[in-house]
């Protein structure tokens, strides 16, 4: 089962690909997880994505390509995966149809406004890159493996109002381009509420 879900930053395309992956057992790809992971350890695409991301703008098409095609070749990959925050272009769009046939697109569509209050709300697990609403959940690590929670870099105002306009227009034309196979879940009820929505959706694929 191959899956691509798309959505705004912040949409909850992370929580739902985290459900998915424990329920059907393949791995979530989050090209946002491998740069930031590449800030960490300091390797020459990290340095690039440091200076990019940290302002919200987008990584250059041929290096994001290059490194979801080599991670779709690694064996864990063989049963499927679900994609998140990729294709964020046309033009990835277009060289991942030349890589692999996908078997379901899922688009989880939420208002501008409840993305914002979301971005400003959340936190990241510095360890399993697990997200939290500070909202919600109170404490400040991980339930799930204990590591400390943080802010990201590029979860304050003036980067979100950036990544939200690259989205509208980079990002946007992607809905047009995947709307046959495309399912359509409204993001702004609960997590579980969504994500049953997705799982039917899912279940009657058979995928
Ligand atoms: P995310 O964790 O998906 O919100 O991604 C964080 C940042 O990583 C984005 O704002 C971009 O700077 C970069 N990034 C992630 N995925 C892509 C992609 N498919 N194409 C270009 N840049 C990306």
């Known amino acids: 089962m191959k899956i691509i879900l798309l959505g705004a ?24 997880v491998i740069f930031r992971d590449n800030i960490e350890k300091g ?23 290059a490194l979801v095609k080599d991670r ?10 679900v994609l998140d925050g990729f294709p964020r272009t046309l033009e990835q769009a277009k060289a991942l149809s030349k890589l692999t046939q996908i078997d379901a697109v899922i688009y989880i569509n ?38 400390k929670l943080e802010k990201r870099a590029d979860d304050n105002l003036v980067a979100i109002e950036q990544r939200y306009d690259i989205y509208t227009k980079e990002s946007q034309p992607l809905i047009k ?9 409204a993001g702004s009820k609960t997590r579980e509420e969504t994500y049953k929505l997705v799982r039917e959706f899912l279940k009657k694929r058979k995928c």
């Open 110 to 147: 939420v208002p501008k406004q409840d993305i914002l209050n979301r971005i400003e709300n959340r936190m990241i697990c510095t360890k399993c890159k697990k997200n939290f609403d500070k909202i919600i959940y109170k404490k400040s690590v991980c339930d799930q493996c204990g590591g």
């Open 43 to 65: 390797t020459e695409i990290g340095k690039l994505a440091k200076q990019l991301i940290d302002n919200g703008s987008l990584m250059p098409d041929n290096i994001t390509i």
């Open 9 to 32: 930053p912040g949409s909850g395309k992370g929580t739902v690909a985290d459900q998915i992956c424990a329920e059907f057992n393949i791995p979530h790809i989050s090209t946002g």
């Open 177 to 185: 381009y995947y709307q046959k196979q495309m399912f359509e879940v």
């Open 72 to 81: 779709l070749l690694q064996t864990d990959c063989k049963n499927g995966y």
